[in-house]
């Protein structure tokens, strides 16, 4: 195996990290409005993520900066040519992380108010915004001859990438309730196991579709193999919803995230960013690579550094492990 | 295309604004984690509540920051690929490398345990509780370190190679880019002007409280034992701020000078600017003032120290310092073009250099000054003290002990020069990129061949105008907030966690794996566990 494609599998697994982890802080946050009835109960869903949502981010700066290194122009072409959707994603990174931080500082209801909008939006619209860009991705998008993108933001707004978006956004609901219903206690946790269900079923309506149709877009055996699990898990994952397993549950309704964000990797390989005006000018794992030493040393570092975070953020959800309800939420300060 | 509006110039303005902006976080957040760990291994060591006070205190000031520090971050990675697609190609095999690192080496460390800091006070051991806030400051270091290591690269390229057959320069040596000289005293400036930026921070803070309980014992209010207590732990701050401050503040003057003599070396047109030295001249002068005008290539005003530019340059005072006109010159022979283009804002960077270094240099004399009015003799008048462990240092009345030095206005000095290392940090960061131009990456690439080719005029102004709309009504926020809490003072009523929590791992761990059995388990955690279970979260979101 080359250097360029165990890092474009590198990369890919950093991507299903991002959206295994963030997938479900991007679920909470829709759901504040959705499943919690009060501001206690909001409180209760924000705190679920609160310890770790940060380090669950820092998995989006490694995959950007891991394109950087290993692959300059796929980094050059994807962030200059989805110029406008990453700007939208990050005002929303911004102004959500500072809402999770300072929501709580200030007494007032219209502070808390307005920051749990803040929460609730930008939450909601990169949970939107990232499945477009993949199915884009993916589906490849005018990139001309020297690289560069040369379209416009109405090449973007495809049916199938607004697709795309729909599911990434039901999917990481239906995660987030998932681990709603793992993280509370009480009366929120019956609640999040039925809203479980429900998204369930909607993810299963809106992604079957569109892996299919990805699948036939741009898919291969590879693929397919991707598309199989990730259907079956979330079909098993729903049952273990059902059955009140839900660390069972939640581990599956993981696993269909990362099947169906591996679905697109695999899809996606050996090109990175197909261009749908010339095959010639697409790019691939081979040409928008670094060169080998670069990528030796990257190699190195993400070797040992990999397990070493891994092992690290998981001792933090098992610090972190015990239920949270509403009667543990301590009175606004 | 009007050129104001160019893409370039528009990219440009949003690089300074964004990274400017970015920068008033960096430092403190820098340097408050590392003091906030020091204040903690203090409480930790001596279990002194003031140094509770003091950490729980500071600490919070510290997360206000790092919020905006870490979400302002994401936006510098993401626009080298937005705005600056073609550097991005470029440089990517040599800069992604120091970048990637940054993410695996120091980012990970920084928000995992920065969240495990935040929620673990009940959670985790002492001990283990206060490594975290270590491990926290150790990573914003180390970030500093990769993210200096890159820029310097840009500075004064080396390591690399130009592929012949794609034109992009290519790493060939990693540790010369990681340990050149450059990068080596770039990070030991930055690191030494965050912490007189901390150091800063906290005097002006622990002034404002400090003036606050003089005013008041003026009044002949009593203070109670609320205030006494906060006294107590401002004071130990204010000590804390004092100390680093100066310590800081030579390390940053040491640096300083080094960095010059590294940059009269490596890129002298910037040097040369940042005096307005148009002509080469044996020995050089430093100028104190000038009023340059780049039309005519001299200027109009000028005020100088004789000789002292050598000194500055080579540590003698004969040797000959290249000037402005010679150095443009040079390079417009060596890269093509007219002398003109190579010459940076003269204004900027000429202003720059002196407020970076004005505004630097009194925020440490203040510390000084600071640190012998509040010497050992100095005694805390006995309305403050608390009996727990007050040994009179600093005094707060008007009567006999006071230092002259310590009136109100001192005070107010000390409130004010808060603000100095921030002008100075974003004044200096000014004046050494805008030092480097027209070069993105010095001599190999111009900034105006870096901006992305594919993006339009409109979508560069959008994105400027959002992150200006979107960094100013966050700054008036954070700021107000800022103040809010800074002005409150340290919570003097909370109480330490009362018992230290045991780490327990997830199988095996000091039980056995038998360990999370019922409530008849050997260290009998999970009982404990069971009458905790009602217990509100000692922190929530």
């Given at each position: 195996m080359h250097l360029h494609d165990f890092w474009f599998l590198l990369i890919a697994f950093l991507w299903t990290g991002y959206f295994f982890l963030e997938g479900f802080d991007f679920g909470i946050g829709v759901l504040t409005k959705l499943l919690a009835r009060d501001r206690t109960e909001r409180r209760v869903l924000i705190n679920t993520i609160g310890p770790v949502w940060d380090g669950n981010e820092v998995w989006l700066i490694t995959a950007g900066g891991a394109t950087f290194a290993a692959f300059p122009d796929w980094y050059a072409t994807l962030f200059s040519g989805f110029y406008l959707p990453l700007l939208a994603i990050l005002v929303c990174l911004i102004l959500r992380g500072v809402a999770f931080e300072y929501r709580h500082k200030r007494p007032e209801d219209r502070w808390q108010r307005n920051w749990e909008h803040v929460i609730f939006w930008c939450s909601l619209l990169p949970a939107f915004l990232w499945g477009a860009i993949f199915a884009n991705l993916v589906h490849g998008v005018p990139i001309g001859r020297d690289g560069n993108y040369a379209g416009g933001l109405s090449d973007l707004l495809t049916p199938y990438a607004l697709l795309g978006g729909v599911v990434t956004l039901v999917l990481f609901t239906f995660h987030g309730a998932v681990f709603a219903a793992l993280k509370t206690d009480g009366d929120i946790r019956t609640r999040a196991r039925r809203y479980a269900a429900g998204l369930g079923l909607a993810t299963a309506v809106v992604a079957v579709p569109f892996l299919v149709w990805a699948q036939g877009d741009s898919g291969n055996v590879r693929s397919l193999v991707a598309v199989v699990i990730a259907v079956l898990a979330l079909a098993v994952a729903l049952i273990m919803n059902r059955r009140g397993r839900e660390g069972w549950a939640f581990g599956l309704s993981g696993v269909a995230v990362a099947a169906a964000v591996a679905m697109l990797f695999l899809a996606l390989f050996p090109e990175v960013m197909p261009s749908s005006l010339d095959p010639a000018w697409s790019l691939t794992a081979a040409n928008a690579a670094s060169s080998p030493y670069t990528l030796k040393i990257m190699t190195w570092v993400g070797v040992i550094m990999m397990p070493l975070i891994m092992a690290y953020q998981a001792w933090t959800y098992w610090v972190f492990r015990k239920r949270i309800g509403t009667r543990h939420i301590p009175a606004t300060h | 295309m009007n050129l104001a509006l160019a893409p370039e110039t528009l990219a440009r303005w949003q690089f300074g604004i964004t990274t400017v902006y970015h920068f008033f976080f960096v430092p403190l957040t820098i340097s408050l984690a590392a003091i906030t760990a020091g204040l903690e291994t203090a409480w930790v060591r001596t279990g002194k509540e003031k140094y509770f006070h003091a950490t729980k205190f500071w600490g919070k000031l510290f997360l206000i920051n790092i919020a905006m520090g870490v979400v302002t971050g994401i936006v510098q990675e993401f626009q080298f690929g937005m705005n600056w697609s073609d550097y991005s190609r470029f440089v990517g095999d040599v800069f992604g490398a120091p970048l990637a690192m940054e993410a695996l080496l120091a980012f990970f460390f920084e928000s995992t345990f920065i969240g495990l800091w935040i929620f673990g006070w009940d959670k985790l051991p002492k001990k283990?509780?206060?490594?975290?806030?270590?491990?926290?400051?150790?990573?914003?270091?180390?970030?500093?370190?990769?993210?200096?290591?890159?820029?310097?690269?840009?500075?004064?390229?080396?390591?690399?190679?130009?592929?012949?057959?794609?034109?992009?320069?290519?790493?060939?040596?990693?540790?010369?880019?990681?340990?050149?000289?450059?990068?080596?005293?770039?990070?030991?400036?930055?690191?030494?002007?965050?912490?007189?930026?901390?150091?800063?921070?906290?005097?002006?803070?622990?002034?404002?409280?400090?003036?606050?309980?003089?005013?008041?014992?003026?009044?002949?209010?009593?203070?109670?034992?609320?205030?006494?207590?906060?006294?107590?732990?401002?004071?130990?701050?204010?000590?804390?701020?004092?100390?680093?401050?100066?310590?800081?503040?030579?390390?940053?003057?040491?640096?300083?000078?080094?960095?010059?003599?590294?940059?009269?070396?490596?890129?002298?047109?910037?040097?040369?600017?940042?005096?307005?030295?148009?002509?080469?001249?044996?020995?050089?002068?430093?100028?104190?003032?000038?009023?340059?005008?780049?039309?005519?290539?001299?200027?109009?005003?000028?005020?100088?120290?004789?000789?002292?530019?050598?000194?500055?340059?080579?540590?003698?005072?004969?040797?000959?310092?290249?000037?402005?006109?010679?150095?443009?010159?040079?390079?417009?022979?060596?890269?093509?073009?007219?002398?003109?283009?190579?010459?940076?804002?003269?204004?900027?960077?000429?202003?720059?250099?002196?407020?970076?270094?004005?505004?630097?240099?009194?925020?440490?004399?203040?510390?000084?000054?600071?640190?012998?009015?509040?010497?050992?003799?100095?005694?805390?008048?006995?309305?403050?003290?608390t009996g727990e462990d007050e040994v009179p240092r600093l005094m707060l009345t008007k009567k006999r002990e006071m230092s002259p030095l310590l009136s109100t206005w001192s005070w107010r000095i000390g409130i004010l020069t808060m603000g100095f290392p921030l002008i100075a940090n974003s004044f200096g960061w000014i004046f050494t990129e805008m030092g480097r131009q027209p070069w993105a990456v010095y001599g190999l690439m111009k900034t105006a061949d870096a901006v992305s080719p594919g993006v339009s005029q409109t979508e560069v102004l959008i994105s400027l105008g959002v992150f200006t709309l979107l960094y100013g009504v966050l700054a008036v926020i954070e700021v107000r907030l800022l103040t809010k809490y800074a002005k409150a003072g340290p919570d003097t009523d909370e109480k330490p966690p009362a018992k230290d929590p045991k780490l327990r791992l997830p199988s095996g761990g000091p039980g056995g794996p038998g360990g999370r059995g019922g409530p008849g388990s050997p260290d009998g955690g999970a009982s404990a566990e069971d009458e905790d279970a009602d217990k509100p979260l000692t922190f929530a979101y």
């Open positions: - | 283990i509780h206060c490594a975290c806030i270590w491990i926290v400051s150790l990573g914003t270091i180390l970030s500093s370190y990769f993210i200096l290591a890159a820029n310097s690269w840009m500075q004064h390229p080396t390591g690399y190679t130009i592929d012949k057959a794609t034109g992009k320069a290519q790493l060939t040596d990693i540790w010369a880019v990681l340990t050149q000289n450059t990068t080596l005293v770039v990070v030991f400036h930055t690191l030494t002007a965050a912490f007189l930026t901390g150091a800063a921070f906290i005097i002006g803070i622990s002034s404002f409280h400090l003036l606050r309980a003089k005013r008041r014992r003026e009044r002949g209010e009593e203070l109670g034992e609320k205030r006494k207590k906060q006294v107590g732990a401002m004071r130990a701050s204010l000590r804390v701020g004092l100390v680093v401050a100066v310590i800081a503040g030579i390390g940053t003057a040491l640096s300083g000078d080094q960095l010059g003599k590294v940059m009269f070396e490596q890129q002298p047109m910037k040097m040369a600017a940042a005096e307005a030295l148009w002509d080469t001249q044996a020995p050089a002068p430093f100028s104190v003032f000038a009023v340059g005008d780049v039309s005519k290539g001299h200027n109009s005003v000028e005020l100088e120290v004789p000789a002292a530019l050598s000194f500055l340059a080579h540590s003698n005072f004969t040797d000959s310092v290249p000037g402005i006109n010679d150095i443009a010159q040079r390079e417009a022979d060596a890269y093509g073009g007219q002398p003109d283009d190579y010459i940076p804002s003269i204004f900027m960077t000429f202003w720059g250099f002196r407020l970076m270094i004005g505004f630097g240099m009194t925020s440490f004399v203040a510390g000084l000054i600071g640190l012998w009015t509040t010497r050992r003799k100095r005694w805390l008048a006995p309305a403050f003290r």
